[in-house]
């Protein structure tokens, strides 16, 4: 991707900052400045073309003056990222290599709608499609209703699969996203074309709808490695095994067992899954990638008991693991909203705030950085159920009681279950905002049911 300069010319963002230091954040700013400047190109005409190298330098250093002191990222800058995964997606997402990635490139237009594919990952557990939509009339209450894929030359699956969409708008005129799939099956295809379906609204007042189908190609990335377990825990008459960890470049897939004595009524708790490292840092779970947990009754020693089994998706591993822990939670399910408090501060008063969650932790806000309807949100999280069920401690409401969920940035573990966090937080109203915080009990931890593996028995 990247930005043009003239149609024939085109600035990889790998080369623009080969020789100079930026941060991050420096070079998102020079990459809006770049786009404010796309408008005047007809002004470097071809016979110009050798100025480019010295108008390129003076742009980034004007743009690194200019902005210096506007750090919160501006709207139209976003589409230069060089991959929406990177900007949107998870770890794994973020982290892909280039031979991990499938560049598709299809676009499709229909009444003032454009919509074009922009890149594929797939690795057997979860396939992943970036995709921008532009639209002439500004776009206004954009959602999506219908979101699907189907493979029209492979067979049934059998197994559960589970979908979820990730969008926000970058501009009046735009919004960027990707929508991901994962299966829970007994084997994927290595290579097969998928048709795309998307349907979605830029203005629910209006009713613009859209829809689109794309047939898109998808590869498997080669490096997945299966190891096979028969680790057990048990308590009680409960029972966890560990049956199988999956790694790939962009998922790390944990296949578990849950037996316990079966009761004849209505379940009123559910299992929570984490996934820990030797240091008590949290390996982040792929949100909405779970497909839950199935299961039957089956008789052992003339007693009946409830097997249930779930395959969970986690970021990948990086190389400072030397060990995973696996802690089972229950949770019952009538406890929200008796046990929580919802709790509130204004934004503007936020900064160097200790917010109080209860038995989960603390929260304090280290920085905030506003500009239009945008901010970043720099915050210290200390809890010994962080990001319990892959949730961020904050979000943000505005005076219409809207939620707006932040997009994590980065994440630092600092030892002693303590994180420093950055999240951004886009398309904000201008009217009153507040940071919006819970206090609540802490989960049930069933230490008992606790299973441990070391990076050389996966390895």
């Given at each position: 991707?990247?930005?043009?300069?003239?149609?024939?010319?085109?600035?990889?963002?790998?080369?623009?900052?080969?020789?100079?230091?930026?941060?991050?954040?420096?070079?998102?700013q020079?990459?809006?400045?770049?786009?404010?400047?796309?408008?005047?190109?007809?002004?470097?005409?071809?016979?110009k073309r050798?100025?480019?190298?010295?108008?390129?330098?003076?742009?980034?250093?004007?743009?690194?003056?200019?902005?210096s002191?506007?750090?919160?990222?501006?709207?139209?800058?976003?589409?230069?990222?060089?991959?929406?995964?990177?900007?949107?997606?998870?770890?794994?997402?973020?982290?892909?290599?280039?031979?991990?990635?499938?560049?598709?490139?299809?676009?499709q237009?229909?009444?003032?709608?454009t919509?074009?594919?922009?890149e594929a990952?797939?690795?057997?557990?979860?396939?992943?499609?970036?995709?921008s939509i532009?639209?002439?009339?500004?776009?206004?209450?954009?959602?999506?209703?219908?979101?699907?894929?189907?493979?029209?030359?492979?067979?049934?699956?059998?197994?559960?699969?589970n979908?979820?969409?990730?969008?926000?708008?970058?501009s009046?005129?735009?919004?960027?996203?990707?929508?991901?799939?994962?299966?829970?099956v007994?084997?994927?295809?290595?290579?097969?074309?998928?048709?795309?379906?998307?349907?979605g609204?830029?203005?629910n007042r209006?009713?613009?709808?859209?829809?689109?189908?794309?047939?898109?190609?998808?590869?498997?990335?080669?490096?997945?490695?299966?190891?096979?377990?028969?680790?057990?825990?048990s308590?009680?008459?409960?029972?966890?095994?560990?049956?199988?960890?999956?790694?790939?470049?962009?998922?790390?897939?944990?296949?578990?067992?849950?037996?316990?004595?079966y009761?004849?009524?209505?379940?009123?708790?559910?299992?929570?899954?984490?996934?820990?490292?030797?240091?008590?840092?949290?390996?982040?779970?792929?949100s909405?990638?779970?497909?839950?947990?199935?299961?039957?009754?089956?008789?052992q020693?003339?007693?009946?008991?409830?097997?249930?089994?779930?395959?969970?998706?986690?970021e990948?591993?990086?190389?400072?693991i030397?060990?995973?822990?696996?802690?089972l939670?229950?949770?019952?399910?009538?406890?929200?909203?008796?046990?929580?408090?919802?709790?509130?501060?204004?934004?503007?008063?936020a900064?160097?705030?200790?917010?109080?969650?209860?038995?989960?932790?603390?929260?304090?806000?280290?920085?905030i950085?506003?500009?239009?309807?945008?901010?970043?949100?720099k915050?210290?999280?200390k809890?010994?159920?962080?990001?319990?069920e892959?949730f961020s401690?904050?979000?943000?409401?505005?005076?219409?009681?809207?939620?707006?969920?932040?997009?994590?940035?980065?994440?630092?573990?600092?030892g002693?279950?303590?994180?420093?966090?950055?999240?951004?937080?886009?398309?904000?109203?201008?009217?009153?905002?507040?940071?919006?915080?819970?206090?609540?009990?802490a989960?049930?931890?069933?230490?008992e049911?606790?299973?441990?593996?070391?990076?050389?028995?996966?390895?």
């Amino acid at each position: 991707m990247g930005g043009y300069l003239n149609d024939d010319k085109k600035v990889q963002s790998s080369r623009l900052f080969e020789e100079v230091a930026f941060n991050q954040e420096d070079q998102l700013q020079v990459y809006a400045k770049l786009k404010e400047r796309r408008d005047c190109r007809s002004v470097i005409g071809k016979k110009k073309r050798v100025l480019m190298p010295a108008v390129i330098l003076l742009m980034m250093v004007s743009a690194v003056i200019y902005m210096s002191s506007n750090p919160v990222l501006a709207l139209a800058k976003l589409p230069f990222f060089e991959s929406i995964f990177q900007f949107l997606g998870d770890g794994g997402l973020k982290g892909a290599a280039t031979e991990d990635k499938q560049d598709i490139q299809q676009q499709q237009r229909e009444g003032g709608i454009t919509m074009e594919i922009k890149e594929a990952v797939y690795d057997g557990m979860r396939l992943s499609i970036s995709y921008s939509i532009k639209s002439e009339d500004p776009i206004k209450n954009f959602s999506s209703h219908d979101i699907n894929l189907h493979f029209p030359n492979v067979g049934r699956l059998i197994g559960g699969r589970n979908s979820s969409n990730q969008f926000t708008q970058v501009s009046e005129h735009e919004v960027i996203g990707y929508s991901m799939f994962t299966y829970a099956v007994s084997k994927m295809p290595d290579e097969f074309k998928a048709d795309f379906l998307y349907k979605g609204t830029i203005n629910n007042r209006q009713e613009q709808n859209f829809k689109f189908i794309f047939k898109v190609p998808i590869k498997m990335t080669p490096e997945i490695k299966k190891v096979a377990f028969t680790k057990k825990a048990s308590y009680e008459g409960e029972e966890l095994t560990l049956k199988q960890i999956t790694l790939s470049p962009i998922s790390t897939a944990i296949k578990l067992q849950h037996k316990k004595p079966y009761q004849n009524k209505l379940e009123d708790e559910g299992v929570t899954i984490r996934l820990l490292d030797q240091k008590n840092r949290v390996i982040k779970e792929v949100s909405n990638s779970s497909s839950g947990w199935a299961g039957t009754q089956v008789k052992q020693d003339n007693r009946w008991y409830s097997l249930k089994e779930a395959t969970l998706l986690f970021e990948p591993l990086d190389k400072e693991i030397e060990e995973l822990k696996i802690q089972l939670f229950k949770n019952k399910r009538n406890e929200y909203p008796v046990n929580t408090q919802e709790k509130l501060v204004e934004l503007f008063e936020a900064k160097n705030q200790m917010l109080n969650l209860g038995e989960r932790g603390t929260v304090k806000i280290i920085d905030i950085k506003q500009e239009e309807n945008s901010a970043v949100i720099k915050y210290e999280y200390k809890s010994s159920f962080a990001f319990f069920e892959s949730f961020s401690p904050i979000v943000l409401t505005s005076t219409d009681n809207f939620l707006h969920h932040g997009i994590e940035l980065n994440r630092e573990y600092l030892g002693n279950e303590a994180y420093i966090v950055e999240e951004l937080f886009l398309d904000l109203p201008n009217d009153k905002l507040a940071v919006r915080y819970l206090q609540e009990k802490a989960p049930e931890l069933i230490e008992e049911l606790g299973i441990k593996v070391s990076i050389d028995e996966i390895k």
